[in-house]
């Protein structure tokens, strides 16, 4: 069959957190960005991961399915109903009330299936075995925390578990929050992609952490007091970075504060300053 999209035989899983009432995805594959294509999510409807051979309109359709108040399964079965190359997808949903629902295609590369719990769906194609898929749902189900960290985590697991059999280059992570968007106005909470690299889901951990520094505030019950210890090592540090010239005596004067504000704006940590 011609045009049946980008194959990403890949293994993903999506997820709900009836707390924030974040939706999300982590994927995995052995193919060039596979955020690109892959996941797709809106806040207060739901998560779905497209894959195998991908059609990223069944992403947006789907969403529009779950929005009208189709539930998981019945959108899957609406959506593969009118789709030609139903065959070859593969397809993990999860909605903003926790319902979860898997397909795999009868022509999607062995090995090849999925699983649901409660609030996610895990699936996967041409892996090296079913064991990747009941880790990422097993790491889901017995863990808590925000789920991003969830999502990734799980993700991981499956891939020390065993993972795509050819082997690995990109991994994404997708999640939305009602009323998260940043600059772009958007509701993407956190869109993290790492396109080519020879550890992807490793590299994606590092990028998820980095964009805790720079975007999650600091809550006030963790902030530090500053003491003549800490002024220290911050002049001396600043000093080494250039952007500090006076004496290493531990008092916070202007001119250290002027040197710490001029690294928070070069290091987009203005929204730490207090």
Same mark, same amino acid.
């Given at each position: 069959?011609? =045009?049946?999209? %980008? +194959? ?5 899983? #999506?997820?709900?957190? $009836?707390?924030? =009432? ?25 998560? +779905? ?6 059609? $990223?309109?069944?992403? %947006?359709?789907?969403?529009? +399915?779950? !929005? ?40 999607? !590369? ?14 996967? =194609? ?5 064991? @990747?898929?009941?880790?990422? *749902? ?34 994404? /992570? /997708?999640?939305?929050? %009602? ?26 951990? !590092? ?8 975007? *999650? ?13 800490? *002024? =220290? ?7 080494? +970075? ?13 001119? @250290? ?8 704006? #070069? ?6 300053? @207090?």
């Amino acid at each position: 069959m011609d =045009n049946l999209g %980008p +194959l990403y035989n890949t293994y993903s899983i #999506v997820g709900y957190d $009836p707390i924030t =009432n974040d939706l999300g995805i982590a994927v995995a594959t052995k193919y060039i960005a596979v955020g690109s294509s892959v996941p797709f999510a809106k806040p207060e409807v739901g998560a +779905l991961a497209i894959q195998a051979y991908a059609n $990223p309109k069944l992403g %947006p359709e789907g969403l529009q +399915l779950l !929005e009208k108040g189709y539930s998981p399964n019945e959108t899957i079965e609406i959506l593969m109903k009118k789709d030609e190359g139903r065959d070859f997808r593969q397809l993990g949903i999860v909605d903003s009330k926790g319902h979860s629902a898997t397909y795999t295609g009868k022509k999607c !590369e062995f090995w090849a299936g999925g699983m649901t719990e409660q609030y996610c769906a895990a699936q996967g =194609n041409m892996l090296i075995g079913e064991s @990747t898929v009941s880790a990422m *749902i097993k790491y889901f189900v017995s863990h808590s925390g925000n789920l991003a960290d969830r999502l990734l985590d799980s993700l991981i697991e499956g891939e020390q578990i065993g993972g795509d059999k050819r082997g690995r280059q990109s991994s994404a /992570l /997708l999640v939305v929050r %009602p009323n998260a968007g940043l600059a772009v106005y958007n509701n993407n909470f956190i869109d993290l992609r790492v396109d080519s690299h020879f550890s992807p889901c490793e590299r994606l951990k !590092e990028l998820l952490k980095e964009y805790y520094d720079v975007q *999650i505030i600091t809550k006030k019950e963790n902030y530090v007091i500053l003491n003549s210890k800490i *002024i =220290n090592d911050m002049q001396l540090a600043l000093s080494r +970075l250039g952007r500090y010239r006076g004496k290493i005596d531990g008092k916070y004067n202007k001119q @250290t504060q002027n040197a710490l504000w001029s690294f928070c704006v #070069v290091e987009n940590q203005k929204h730490r300053w @207090t």
